[in-house]
DNA sequence: CGGAATGTTGATATGCCTCAACTAAAGTGG
DNA sequence: CCACTTTAGTTGAGGCATATCAACATTCCG
């Protein structure tokens, strides 16, 4: 099993440089694990956790509630990412955060953090950084569901997706996981289910990607990223890993 | 003239406390004011600027811009924002900025900020907070776009922006200046001119709201708000202003 | 006063949602 | 291990909402 200092460590070096002293602290911090079954809830809408989990292993997935009883997927995050790290400096949860499949989390508590910030702010700026591109990743979200065809916005996620987990090495040269539903597509892209479907079948038929069984195949990447119009500078890597 | 000094600490008192330290520290920082027209550029997609802008006057826009030449607007930016505070830690842009209408702002060197944050992290915190507060604004964008009816998503713009000019002290009791076009609304919430034409004329017809010359009359708030199912437990404010 | 930008309206076409029926796969208990 | 139930995925038909296009009205600005 991946250590969880170590998980976060890797991700933080993918866009900043961390000195021995922030190193330190980040070795020091305490962090319980915890495992989720597919579907459970980390944190619901309305808390004010005293802990900002981290993904070790599987994907989570933030959401909205909606009055109907139906969600709205925000995003996804994969081992590295903190899914609540803005509940550090905001109190009450605006949305929720579930597991997408099986996946397990750490624990680290805002006020061992927070020390940590006051001792070395740089450390601080590194995660601030983390959750400044999370911004840039709702932003893309927000072109991607408004001004895109179904097609489009389809691929454009996937090519996210995949282009992610490539850089966290979570991926084979031309797959990745990705335990997620058709009904939970539909409610991340904002279309029914049939459209889902069908869409999915038109990037079958272009032999771009493939969805089966949880798994992501990326059969032709350039034609995929051209299909969703993918350009990965908002995800602020350091170096392409596709 | 607001001074810009003020015009930050305002802003960040609406949820976060700030002491005596750090405000000695914000009001130690040069901050030249600049005027920008009508749809002026503020910053470009691929810049890397050294300064962030904090509003002081009128309003600022963030978008991207598509292949076809249109845009997607993010975000609008009033009073006391900072619209490109990512800017802060992410090198290269990944959207513009551009004034909505005439719009005054200053620019906050990179080098001060960080320089203040090393000597007294809770300023980094609350500025933290605040481009926290924007990724939720985001989030809400996000559902907003994806998961209403055209009726519910402007409403819920308006409410949104509504809102937020009165916690700011820009609001009337029941108007606020909104210097947007046609296009620029559509190009918000991802409809055609048609389209917005319409369902403007739906929440006129509805006596909720009204889009006047540049001036965002809200009529009957409640009815407004319930049309665009605004909750506006996103916006992290202390005290509710309606 | 003329020209450009912005807003308004109607007609048409189409892409997507809804609904419903059905199939396939996964999970459950005897 | 199989029958049963439940959940997830697939497909077609029909109707509606919205994009698109085109003509026109209005406002803004030089």
Avoid at 146 to 154: G, K
Avoid at 186 to 201: C, D, F, H
Avoid at 210 to 235: H, T
């Amino acid at each position: 099993m991946a250590q969880a200092h170590d998980v976060l460590i890797r991700k933080l070096r993918e866009h900043s440089r961390l000195g021995r002293e922030e190193l330190a602290e980040l070795h020091a911090l305490s962090c319980p694990t915890r495992e989720l079954e597919p579907n459970e809830d980390l944190i619901r809408q309305g808390d004010d956790p005293s802990v900002s989990a981290l993904v070790i292993e599987g994907m989570v997935a933030r959401y909205h509630l909606l009055p109907n009883g139906r969600r709205q997927y925000i995003s996804f995050h994969m081992a590295g990412d903190m899914p609540d790290s803005q509940a550090l400096f905001i109190d009450k949860m605006d949305h929720a955060v579930c597991a997408i499949g099986p996946a397990l989390i750490a624990s680290l508590p805002h006020k061992e953090l927070i020390a940590a910030f006051n001792r070395h702010p740089p450390l601080a700026f590194a995660i601030w950084r983390e959750t400044l591109i999370d911004a840039a990743i709702f932003r893309e979200a927000i072109t991607n569901n408004s001004a895109r065809t179904m097609r489009a916005r389809m691929a454009h996620l996937f090519c996210e997706l995949f282009y992610r987990a490539r850089a966290t090495g979570l991926a084979d040269d031309d797959s990745c996981r990705l335990p997620i539903s058709l009904a939970q597509l539909g409610e991340t892209l904002g279309m029914s289910i049939a459209t889902v479907n069908r869409t999915l079948q038109q990037l079958r038929a272009s032999r771009s990607a493939d969805l089966r069984s949880g798994q992501l195949v990326v059969k032709n990447w350039s034609r995929l990223a051209e299909i969703g119009q993918f350009n990965p500078g908002y995800l602020h890597l350091k170096k392409p890993p596709v």
